[in-house]
């Protein structure tokens, strides 16, 4: 039940980073108005950043679809929601009146028609699905999966595993101790 969980939690979280990044990428410009009304970075570093996020949040996505390095892309998905919250809750802070452009659009908008405690609420929400990941990467139908030999059952080792290496070593203990006359309690 976990595993499809977590299949169901890493293609939300793979959702999140396609639309995000798609829609910046299909508006560089626009792109590039949202992280400037931020008014955090100078003029070099918001050409950068604008040019650059749109295509680290598809390139999450896609790992994060695939489930390739689910745990690692997890953490870098973790990072980077955390520097947009810091972001938005700065600019909420100092009083800017933005538009978060976290789903494209973004920049200066009305007083009023900010929306910072539903946007923060909205990247906590995204942070625990990266969270879940961090925690329990194994899902279904991950390339994770298949490279660590097939299913995700097979790509970490159960509880149970633990319990049936305990009752092994258990068992080897207790024939070395008949072995050698003296039992696990003389031994200690």
Known sequence: M??????????GLAAVWLISGW????????S????????????????????????????LGVLVLLGLGTRVVAVASAVVLLGLIAAVSQA?????????GC??????VAP???QYPQEVARDIGFLLLAAWLIVR?????????????GTAEQAEPDEDDD??????????????????????????
């Open 2 to 11: 976990l595993d499809i969980v977590g299949t169901l939690v890493r293609l």
């Open 103 to 108: 789903f494209g659009g973004g920049g200066a």
């Open 32 to 59: 590039y108005v949202a992280v400037e009304a931020y008014d955090l970075l100078p003029a070099g570093a918001v050409s950068l950043v604008s040019a650059g996020l749109p295509f680290l949040e598809l390139a």
């Open 112 to 114: 009023g028609e900010t």
């Open 23 to 30: 829609l910046k990428v299909i508006d560089l410009n626009q």
């Open 137 to 149: 990467p194994r899902t279904l139908f991950s390339l994770d999966g298949a490279l660590s030999g």
């Open 163 to 188: 319990v049936v290496d305990d009752q092994l070593d258990d068992v080897g203990e207790n024939e070395e101790g008949q072995a050698g006359g003296r039992s696990r309690a003389q031994r200690s």
């Open 92 to 100: 909420w802070a100092r009083g800017l009146t933005i538009d978060c």
